[in-house]
């Protein structure tokens, strides 16, 4: 939801510059409950977990995957000069937020999207994971049982000694081998590896719509990230309507409608969006 409303301001940027690092990135499936309200209702989409010298990435797949084809559209526009509507080629992730862990010490930053805003927050997170001797063959990995509590939910994962990563999807870590399953008690969230690959001279820890924004995330304490959350979902155009004079807004288009009119619309829309949608989540 929040992605669709980065393009209603899109604007075309120069790309920034960067370096090209590696990675080995893990595929995960993530099955998830988005709506409370829908308990039986599942939601699927692929996760990347990309894990380099000095940190790991989770996020939505989506958000990189398709980042080549509008590339490609914007270099088309700089050249010819013809603008193209790039909304209409971006579609929207299941999630927009990602969490990194800043190695050694598995420091977790989580970085999410408010409006057009990149708002991040840290934390040290220790779980008491509880390792049993129960074992299972999933896909090609062996792997062996682990639980703990977390977020107010009780977890089980299953980790696999023969992948020498202490990490694994949204922010879990500490385990003695990557997490190939995880899920709550609920079976409300599940995360299961489907596959990697190395990422060599094409990886780019930035995805497009970080590098067009051209912005170093706003980092603040998580009390004050959740604040900002709310008064967003509250008010969700309330710094965009900040930026107009009563006069601009009180203006009528041709149709006869008015700026505030048209926000009010929008604000309709979003509120909307919010209380249907992704309203289950991950930490209660």
Known sequence: ???????????????????????????????????????????????????????????????????????????????????????KMFKNPKFMYKVQKLYPAYEVEYTDLILSDFISYKEKISFNWKILNEKEQIGE??????????????????????????????????????????????????????GNKKM??????????????????????????TALFNDFKENPLAKVRAKYTAQQLSEKDPQGETLSQKLDKQEKMIKKMIQSDNNNSIEK
Not at 1 to 21: C, G, K, P, Q
Not at 150 to 160: E, L
């Open 1 to 87: 939801m929040r992605t669709f409303l980065t393009f209603i301001f899109f604007a075309v940027f120069s790309l920034s510059n960067m370096a090209n690092a590696q990675a080995n990135r893990f595929f995960y499936e993530y099955k998830f409950i988005p709506n409370k309200d829908s308990l039986n209702k599942y939601d699927t989409t692929m996760t990347i977990l990309d894990i380099t010298s000095n940190k790991s990435i989770y996020r939505d797949y989506l958000s990189v995957s398709q980042d080549s084809i509008i590339e490609s559209a914007i270099e088309k526009m700089k050249k010819t000069g013809i603008q193209a509507d790039l909304s």
């Open 141 to 194: 990995y062996k792997t062996q049982k682990a639980v703990c509590d977390f977020g107010g939910r009780k977890w089980t994962a299953w980790f696999s000694s023969e992948i020498p990563f202490q990490d694994g999807p949204y922010k879990f870590h500490g385990l003695p081998g990557l997490i190939v399953k995880l899920q709550d008690s609920d079976g409300q969230f599940v995360w299961e590896l489907k």
């Open 200 to 225: 060599d001279n094409t990886y780019n820890e930035l995805s497009l719509n970080e590098r067009l924004k051209n912005k170093t995330p706003l980092i603040v304490s998580k009390q004050k990230f």
